[in-house]
Nanobody, 126 residues
Framework: QVQLVESGGGLVQAGGSLRLSCATSGDSFSKPNIAWFRQAPGKEREFVAAIRWSGGPSLYADSMKGRFTISRDDAKIAVYLQMNSLKPEDTAVYYC???????????????????WGQGTQVTVSS
């Protein structure tokens, strides 16, 4: 079992930055892959970025490369999403998700992730 709690969302002007946090907990000894997804009103949930807790390169959606950075903190058992140069189209609810199977090849579909947080709202004003 993996439990996830997102935080750090809010209102920011275009060009600004936010850092989202995903706190993890649970009894499992597994090291899951952790991903960020987002869902804007009227749109499907889309992949943002992901990281393997066990190590290896992170994965980013093309539209996020160069602006977003995913990282982990083993001591705090948390994953972060640093978002820079935010645009109004980044406005969405951002979700943290865990895949306990932790494949070496990170998956980008939401169906691959079995544990989800409640989401945190990010609003970027123009």
């Amino acid at each position: 079992q993996v439990q996830l709690v997102e935080s750090g969302g809010g209102l920011v002007q275009a060009g600004g930055s936010l850092r989202l946090s995903c706190a993890t907990s649970g009894d499992s000894f597994s090291k899951p892959n952790i991903a960020w997804f987002r869902q804007a009103p009227g749109k499907e949930r889309e992949f943002v970025a992901a990281i393997r807790w066990s190590g290896g390169p992170s994965l980013y959606a093309d539209s996020m490369k160069g602006r977003f950075t995913i990282s982990r903190d083993d001591a705090k058992i948390a994953v972060y999403l640093q978002m820079n140069s935010l645009k109004p189209e980044d406005t969405a609810v951002y979700y943290c998700a865990a895949d306990r199977r932790a494949p070496l090849r990170i998956r980008q579909t939401q169906a691959a992730y079995e544990y989800w947080g409640q989401g945190t709202q990010v609003t970027v004003s123009s």
